[in-house]
């Protein structure tokens, strides 16, 4: 077979394996945050899954490490340990699940949640770019769990 004719067919092979290829999506990578935080930028720009706890207030939608209480009010929880912004929206039905409390003033939201989205880290994120990480929520699930786990 003729050199020309090869190429033509290796070309026409190339095109046609690479057309499956079109429009796939990568794979999802779930990530401890452990893991996520010690290599932040291994997974920059990457869809990651998530599990954390989320918190919700005034000027805040954060994936945080843990809970704890704040020692202002009494049971009043608050987000510990590092944190990721939360770009986007908590699906509804999600928010709905969560546990609530307004003992200091506006109703913040709380709860433990797996999230799937695009990872970002090296800039400033969130409310005043107080935040070095950001997901933006692509989806997301309430996962089992009780206040009452927190110690006193």
Known sequence: MPLKSLLILALLALMV????LVGCKATVQEVPLEQLFAEP?????????????YFGAFEVSVL????????LAEGHLVPTGRM??????????????????????PTEVFGKIRIEGKFEYGE??????????QITAVS??????????IPP
Not at 17 to 20: H, L, M, V
Not at 124 to 133: C, F, L, N, R, T
Not at 140 to 147: E, G, H, I, N
Request: no cysteine; charged share 20%; hydrophobic share 35%.
């Open 84 to 105: 990721i912004w939360i770009e986007g929206t908590i699906a509804e039905a999600v928010f709905d699940s969560l546990y609530q409390q307004s003992q200091m003033g």
């Open 17 to 20: 394996g690479g057309a499956g």
């Open 64 to 71: 945080a490490e843990g809970l704890e209480y704040s020692g």
């Open 41 to 53: 930028e291994r997974y920059d720009g990457k869809d990651v899954i998530l599990e954390g706890f």
């Open 124 to 133: 400033a994120y969130g409310h005043v770019g107080g935040y070095d990480y």
């Open 140 to 149: 997301t699930a309430a996962l089992p769990w009780s206040p009452d786990e």
